[in-house]
């Protein structure tokens, strides 16, 4: 019997920032489900922004799924392979972009994790620590769809395809 891939889920963004907090939330609301159902080879993990570290952090595991808020016109979400040759170097260090992280632990590690990014819409990114109506909503339609993937009723290669 195969043994089940390892996969992290990374939300990103700033809960203090209404909408920006979208990664953040994904992940609690994925932990209350993991917690639930006992499942034990997802892991979950929040952060302000991604930063060059995370290149050691990913590189534990097989797949990896980048969560984040973006106020790109898009639906309600998208989901997107993530491409290390992709790896743009932001104009700082101080954060950097999911190709990025996944290039350099290709580089550092000789591991490349299957990854992707799953961008929710937001609307008000104002300083208060809830999330508008709408980002909720888009919140909910992103759950259902990650839900499908994990019990495997999609299919992710033709997903992104």
């Not at 209350?32 to 080879?41: D, I």
């Not at 922004?49 to 790109?72: C, G, M, P, R």
């Not at 990854?115 to 819409?121: D, G, I, P, Q």
Request: hydrophobic content about 40%.
């Amino acid at each position: 019997m195969a043994s089940k891939p390892k996969i992290l889920i990374y939300g990103y963004g700033n809960p203090g920032r209404q909408d920006d907090g979208l990664g953040a939330a994904f992940i609690a609301e994925v932990d209350k489900w993991v917690t639930e159902q006992k499942v034990e080879n997802i892991a979950l993990d929040t952060n302000y922004q991604l930063n060059i570290e995370d290149a050691h952090l990913i590189s534990a595991y097989d797949k990896v799924i980048f969560v984040d808020a973006t106020i790109e016109p898009i639906d309600s979400y998208s989901f997107t392979k993530v491409i290390p040759s992709d790896a743009k170097v932001e104009f700082t260090m101080h954060a950097v972009s999911p190709a990025f992280v996944v290039d350099l632990c290709q580089k550092l590690f000789s591991n490349t994790p299957e990854a992707w990014l799953l961008h929710l819409k937001g609307y008000q990114w104002e300083f208060e620590e809830r999330l508008s109506d709408q980002a909720k909503e888009n919140l909910s339609t992103a759950l259902n769809f990650f839900y499908k993937i994990i019990f495997r009723e999609l299919d992710w290669q033709e997903i992104i395809n």
